[in-house]
Nanobody
Framework: QVQLVESGGGSVQPGGSLTLSCAAS????????MDWYRQAPGKQRDLVAF???????NYVDSVKGRFTISRDNAKNTVYLQMNSLKPEDTAVYFC?????????WGQGTQVIVSS
């Protein structure tokens, strides 16, 4: 049974930092691309960053230089380190495991950036 469990969300002031984690089970983690998405209220779910099985990464322009995605294949966990947070980063953050045609989603974790 595939499970993706996100954690680490919360409320933070602008300029602050949070680290999200996504613990995976039920599939061969190291072979999957792991993605972080976010969905702000009333908006579509958008890709934030992804990390391939070989460790290569990519980011949406709005988070480049502020967010860092990483993975620990020994722990079956992917992370999203978020620095210099802005109010527009407020969203529910989801992790996704991708190995087409297989895609698995977590339940999401809320991030609120507000003064």
């Amino acid at each position: 049974q595939v499970q993706l469990v996100e954690s680490g969300g919360g409320s933070v002031q602008p300029g602050g930092s949070l680290t999200l984690s996504c613990a995976a089970s039920g599939f061969t983690f190291s072979t999957y691309s792991m993605d972080w998405y976010r969905q702000a209220p009333g908006k579509q779910r958008d890709l934030v960053a992804f990390i391939n099985g070989d460790g290569s990464t990519n980011y949406v322009d709005s988070v480049k230089g502020r967010f860092t995605i990483s993975r620990d294949n020994a722990k079956n966990t992917v992370y999203l380190q978020m620095n210099s947070l802005k109010p527009e980063d407020t969203a529910v953050y989801f992790c996704r495991a991708s190995y087409p045609p297989h895609f698995y989603w977590g339940q999401g974790t809320q991030v609120i950036v507000s003064s």
